[in-house]
């Protein structure tokens, strides 16, 4: 059995790995950054992505959703998109004298929101909603959507103007977010060396729908063993007394560090999680659930110290 085990595990790693080299072959230096995202969707989550304009966000999701053979569809944030623009309208068919649903963008497997900060409250509140639920009632019926379905949304960290913010409880909903920032410059180099090869040489799929939602199932068999899950919560814990901290990570981001972790140990070939495959997601599981004192920025302290504080502190299994 256990032979076995492990002979499963190869082969999700080997699947997984195809994925992340294949969307590396068009983005430049975010490996770990497209790690996330895969885990984000073995694990059921959506994923939030914070960066200026130009870094690739729209381009890292669709050569996701290309390597993994998954339908792709991208919505552009205004203050003009209803929630029946997102997620579908019965509409009057004469020829059959009835009414017809006509699914809109969130019947996909990839969905990219750009700027989900610019959409109005009541469409973003359908928005996430669906992402919770899975499925979107329109008029009495329900619909299921697409397995896997997996959110990516996009909000621009500098531009505040004509943006509707996303409040802690609606954040609270993503399972991870991801910072991206300006490459470096031997990074640009090798943009600029890739760019004719990304345009004209599309990707083609290296795994199928039937093999992600195989790799889905499989996470729930990761082993996370007591003193692990120790560890999460003492590192919750410490975050939450740290002084400069005013709301603190919620147990959805216990649960998100637990998720994500297992993910990530699958991605590595492995059945089991260990204290480094925790360190790696905390951050991004957990960024966006803590919301700093006023003292914090005159003392200069970041979530991203009040993180680094919490690792330093407690004592790793």
């Known amino acids: 059995m256990e032979e076995a085990k492990g002979e499963g595990l190869a082969v999700f790693r080997e699947i997984l790995s195809r994925v992340v080299d294949s969307v590396s072959k068009v983005i430049v230096g975010n490996r770990s950054e497209i790690e996330l995202i895969l ?15 130009g870094v690739a966000k729209t381009l890292i999701a669709r050569s996701i959703a290309s390597s993994m053979g998954l339908e792709f569809k991208r919505i552009q944030g205004t203050p003009d998109i209803l929630p029946s623009d997102i997620i579908g309208v019965n509409i009057y068919d004469q020829r059959s004298s009835s009414f017809i649903f006509r699914k809109e963008p969130i019947f996909t497997n990839i969905l ?41 949304a996009t909000m621009n960290p500098v531009e505040v103007e004509g943006t509707f913010p996303l409040s802690e409880a609606q954040i609270d909903r993503f399972l991870a977010k991801i910072e991206i920032s300006y490459p470096g410059v031997e990074e640009t180099v090798e943009i600029l060396r890739r760019y004719d090869m990304i345009q ?25 063993d007591d003193n692990i899950l120790k560890y999460i919560s003492l590192l919750i814990q410490a975050m939450r007394n740290n002084r400069y901290v005013r709301l603190g990570p919620s147990p959805r981001g216990a649960i998100a560090v637990y998720m994500l972790s297992r993910a990530l140990a699958l991605i590595r070939g492995r059945g089991y999680v260990t204290p480094d495959d925790v ?20 003392s200069r302290i970041s979530v991203r110290s009040v993180v680094e504080e919490a690792l330093s502190r407690v004592d790793i299994p």
């Open 279 to 298: 360190k790696q997601v905390l951050y991004p599981a957990v960024s966006h659930r803590i919301v700093l004192r006023d003292e914090a920025r005159l």
């Open 39 to 53: 885990a984000s969707m073995l694990s059921g989550g959506h994923v939030l992505i914070e960066g200026v304009p």
């Open 112 to 152: 990219f929101v750009d700027e989900i900060n610019r959409l109005p409250p009541k469409t973003q509140s359908a928005l996430l909603e669906a992402m919770q639920e899975l499925q979107v009632t329109v008029e009495g019926i329900t619909y299921r959507l697409p397995e896997p379905f997996l959110v990516i």
């Open 200 to 224: 004209s040489m599309p990707l083609k799929p290296v795994a199928s729908r039937e093999e992600i939602l195989s790799a889905i199932k499989s996470v729930r068999n990761v082993r996370v």
